[in-house]
């Protein structure tokens, strides 16, 4: 690995798992100063023993605490927007309840932390890199994902919207969105061959993501050989999106 991160510090919600979790690690490998921001306090303490980061625990569904936690965070160079949360219902099922959750923590989270993070930046007058981790799912419709589709094509329009406002101070937006990605709870739920197999099928390369395929390419957006890469909206999904 090369140090292409070193003396960058780089902030990554949803750090304590998953996507989140590797995203950190590689960051941490190539140089950088990680601040992970992340719910559970055993998975911080975690990730720090690991990767000795700096950990802010904060349940993300809640706007107020969230802002602190961003501001905590402070002053990064780069932000990861990765915490994610679902819930399976069918779409006459959905409840007003669980709609509103999955949109604060997927939609709303992401735009509390980068208004900080991008204030931030704006403030000091340095440039900077986000990076929203949206889904497939924002272009397509999941059965029993209502509320998981909706808050996906919500990030994918902030994200556009960041691109265009913070662009011109030289702030970039991108995102992410990957096909079913191999987390230890995504191994579990696609383990069944009569479940995973159709999925399998529509995805060209013939297998899921693995959560290093999913940061490599987080960090390549945040990284300054995508110094031209401001609004993409981009598939880490095997061809999927293509079909
Ligand atoms: P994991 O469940 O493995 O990790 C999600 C992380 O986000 C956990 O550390 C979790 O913390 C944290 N998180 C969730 N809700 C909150 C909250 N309210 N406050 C603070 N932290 C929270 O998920 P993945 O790694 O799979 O997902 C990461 C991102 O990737 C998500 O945005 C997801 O939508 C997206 N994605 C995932 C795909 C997949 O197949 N895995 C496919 C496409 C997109 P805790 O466990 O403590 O709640």
């Given at each position: 690995d090369g140090r292409d991160f070193a003396g960058r510090r780089v902030l990554v919600t949803?750090?304590?798992?998953g996507i989140g979790r590797a995203t950190a690690v590689m960051l941490h490998r190539r140089g950088a100063e990680v601040i992970a921001a992340t719910r559970s306090a055993e998975d911080l303490k975690e990730l720090a023993a690991e990767i000795g980061c700096r950990t802010i625990a904060v349940d993300l569904g809640d706007p107020e605490a969230t802002r602190r936690a961003a501001i905590a965070a402070l002053p990064v160079d780069a932000l990861v927007n990765c915490a994610g949360t679902t819930t399976l219902e069918s779409f006459l099922d959905t409840s007003v309840d669980s709609f509103d959750a999955i949109m604060a923590v997927n939609a709303r989270a992401p735009m509390i932390v980068a208004q900080e993070v991008a204030r931030d930046m704006i403030r000091r007058g340095r440039p900077g890199a986000i990076v929203n981790v949206s889904s497939v799912s924002s272009a397509i419709g999941l059965p029993d994902h209502t509320a998981y589709c909706a808050s996906k094509g919500a990030l994918d329009a902030i994200t556009r919207v960041m691109a265009v406002e913070l662009g011109p101070h030289g702030i970039r937006t991108n995102s992410v969105n990957p096909v079913v990605t191999l987390t230890p709870m995504a191994v579990k739920a696609w383990s069944d061959p009569a479940k995973s197999g159709p999925m399998l099928g529509r995805i060209p390369l013939g297998r899921f993501a693995q959560p290093d395929d999913v940061a490599e390419v987080i960090l390549y957006l945040l990284g300054d050989a995508a110094a031209m890469m401001n609004g993409a909206i981009v598939p880490?999904?095997?061809g999927f999106l293509a079909t």
């Open positions: 949803g750090a304590g798992k880490v999904d095997g």
